[in-house]
């Protein structure tokens, strides 16, 4: 893991750094505000180490995601779904 005092050579000069490892997983899971997103994303864009983790934690949960178990069928989720709705009505 890059050290959050990186010393990454940003071209800023509160570079933000720590600010993005601090809520990368955040902005992976869409948690974030637009305005937050915009502003992480526009660092990685000028920052090469925030760049390269962001890139590499994207392709790794893609990888995920590919090896894991495939989703339920729809219709199996329906069931489920409906099943539930009906029980939160019941109380």
Same mark, same amino acid.
């Given at each position: 893991m890059i050290d959050s005092n990186c010393g990454c050579g940003c071209p800023q000069d509160n570079c933000?750094?720590?600010?993005?490892?601090? @809520?990368?997983?955040?902005?992976?899971? %869409?948690? *974030?505000?637009?305005?937050? &997103?915009s502003r992480l994303r526009a660092h990685a864009a000028e920052c090469p180490n925030c760049a390269q983790l962001l @890139?590499?934690?994207?392709?790794?949960? %893609?990888? *995920?995601?590919?090896?894991? &178990?495939?989703?339920a069928p729809t219709e199996l989720r329906q069931k489920i779904s409906y099943r539930i709705r009906v029980e939160y009505r019941r109380g």
């Open positions: 933000g750094c720590s600010e993005f490892y601090e @809520t990368m997983y955040q902005l992976l899971d %869409d948690q *974030l505000t637009e305005e937050e &997103c @890139t590499a934690e994207a392709e790794f949960r %893609d990888l *995920l995601r590919k090896c894991c &178990c495939p989703p």
